[in-house]
């Protein structure tokens, strides 16, 4: 969440726990404290991710959690009620849309503006959106890959793919229950991605990193070690990577040849925590054929374009949404 005079105040992963008995449910933890009940849960208590490839999967659970977070963000939001600028997948449609205003409104806002995820995260990467030239950023975030090529403060093309960091946890779920016999949960994925993750093909290295992990024997059910190696991850990964490059160049190719040009001589901007995957943008430089580069902090690209919008006022007022 943003503020324009404070920048970057909550930080946090959209998830909440509450507790259930006797037919009644409440409130019991949102973001990082909800986040470490994830798979760990009692009978007696619910944990939820209520949001799924960026729009809202579960109405009454994404109000708790964004009425707990105004509580902990803004501590006044009792007594005043905030205006609110959310960002949204390219192509969310209009229902996708109210539902993601009503739920806002109904957990303490005042009004809810929507701006497309690629417009804000080329906003926050410093890309050049006003001008008479085209610019191409690529969002990689936890639901959904965002790419859009911008100019004069609008988006000419774009698309929005089912690909973002939760698929690579779930694709090396995958990978390590095929080839290791071993299940493993949400949170040793995402360890896995941290330390040995790579876009690169892993047989050009020397040495391989490895890791040692645990969890659930697919054959018997007891619990069970294994050593992955970044082989392992690359297999699991390769095919999403596949998705983001096919991406770009379906973009590409719809782009007007002037606009293509500049990005061509320009190169591609990847902004989102997905970007910070060890060598994407050398894999995707090699395989398009022009330069692609991670911006400037790009796990806040979104968030910060976001307070840009709003601070431009009047010369960017045309890209938020407040009727959908």
């Given at each position: 969440?943003?503020?324009?005079?404070?920048?970057?105040?909550?930080?946090?992963?959209?998830?909440?726990?509450?507790?259930?008995?006797?037919?009644?449910?409440?409130?019991?933890?949102?973001?990082?404290?909800?986040?470490?009940?994830?798979?760990?849960?009692?009978?007696?208590?619910?944990?939820?991710?209520?949001?799924?490839?960026?729009?809202?999967?579960?109405?009454?659970?994404?109000?708790?959690?964004?009425?707990?977070?105004?509580k902990?963000?803004?501590?006044?939001?009792?007594?005043r009620?905030?205006?609110?600028?959310?960002?949204?997948?390219?192509?969310?449609?209009p229902?996708?849309?109210?539902?993601?205003?009503?739920?806002?409104?109904?957990?303490?806002?005042?009004?809810?503006?929507?701006?497309?995820e690629?417009?804000?995260?080329?906003?926050g990467?410093?890309?050049?959106?006003?001008?008479?030239?085209?610019?191409?950023v690529?969002?990689?975030?936890?639901?959904?890959?965002?790419?859009?090529?911008?100019?004069?403060?609008?988006?000419?093309?774009?698309?929005?793919?089912?690909?973002?960091?939760?698929?690579?946890?779930?694709?090396?779920?995958?990978?390590?229950?095929?080839?290791?016999?071993?299940?493993i949960?949400?949170?040793?994925?995402?360890?896995?991605?941290?330390?040995?993750?790579?876009?690169?093909?892993?047989?050009?290295?020397?040495?391989?990193?490895?890791?040692?992990?645990?969890?659930?024997?697919?054959?018997?059910?007891?619990?069970?070690?294994?050593?992955?190696?970044?082989?392992d991850?690359?297999?699991?990964?390769?095919?999403?990577?596949?998705?983001?490059?096919?991406?770009?160049?379906?973009?590409?190719?719809?782009?007007?040849?002037?606009?293509a040009?500049?990005?061509?001589?320009?190169?591609?901007?990847?902004?989102?925590?997905?970007?910070?995957?060890?060598?994407?943008?050398e894999?995707?430089?090699?395989?398009?054929?022009?330069r692609?580069f991670v911006?400037?902090?790009?796990?806040?690209?979104?968030?910060?374009?976001?307070?840009?919008?709003?601070?431009?006022?009047?010369?960017?007022?045309?890209?938020?949404?407040?009727?959908?």
């Amino acid at each position: 969440m943003v503020t324009v005079q404070k920048g970057i105040i909550l930080d946090e992963p959209s998830v909440v726990a509450f507790n259930e008995a006797k037919g009644k449910k409440s409130f019991l933890a949102v973001g990082d404290d909800a986040k470490l009940m994830l798979g760990k849960t009692p009978e007696s208590i619910v944990a939820s991710q209520p949001l799924s490839d960026g729009v809202i999967a579960d109405f009454d659970h994404a109000e708790t959690m964004i009425k707990e977070f105004f509580k902990k963000a803004i501590p006044t939001s009792k007594y005043r009620k905030p205006k609110v600028v959310v960002c949204v997948p390219f192509g969310a449609t209009p229902v996708e849309k109210r539902a993601i205003q009503q739920a806002i409104k109904a957990a303490g806002a005042s009004a809810v503006g929507l701006l497309d995820e690629p417009m804000a995260a080329a906003l926050g990467a410093n890309l050049p959106v006003l001008q008479p030239k085209g610019s191409m950023v690529v969002d990689i975030g936890g639901g959904t890959t965002e790419i859009a090529v911008v100019a004069l403060g609008g988006i000419t093309n774009a698309t929005s793919l089912k690909t973002g960091g939760n698929h690579f946890d779930e694709a090396l779920i995958r990978v390590i229950k095929k080839n290791l016999g071993l299940h493993i949960g949400g949170a040793t994925a995402e360890k896995i991605k941290l330390e040995l993750g790579s876009a690169l093909d892993p047989g050009r290295s020397v040495s391989l990193k490895s890791l040692m992990i645990s969890g659930i024997g697919s054959t018997n059910g007891l619990p069970k070690s294994a050593n992955i190696t970044q082989k392992d991850s690359y297999a699991a990964f390769r095919t999403l990577i596949d998705n983001i490059e096919s991406g770009v160049r379906s973009v590409l190719e719809r782009t007007p040849p002037d606009l293509a040009s500049d990005v061509f001589d320009d190169g591609i901007t990847l902004t989102g925590g997905g970007s910070l995957l060890h060598g994407l943008d050398e894999e995707l430089t090699q395989r398009l054929n022009i330069r692609v580069f991670v911006a400037e902090n790009p796990k806040y690209s979104v968030a910060h374009g976001a307070a840009y919008a709003v601070q431009m006022g009047k010369k960017f007022v045309h890209a938020i949404e407040y009727n959908p």
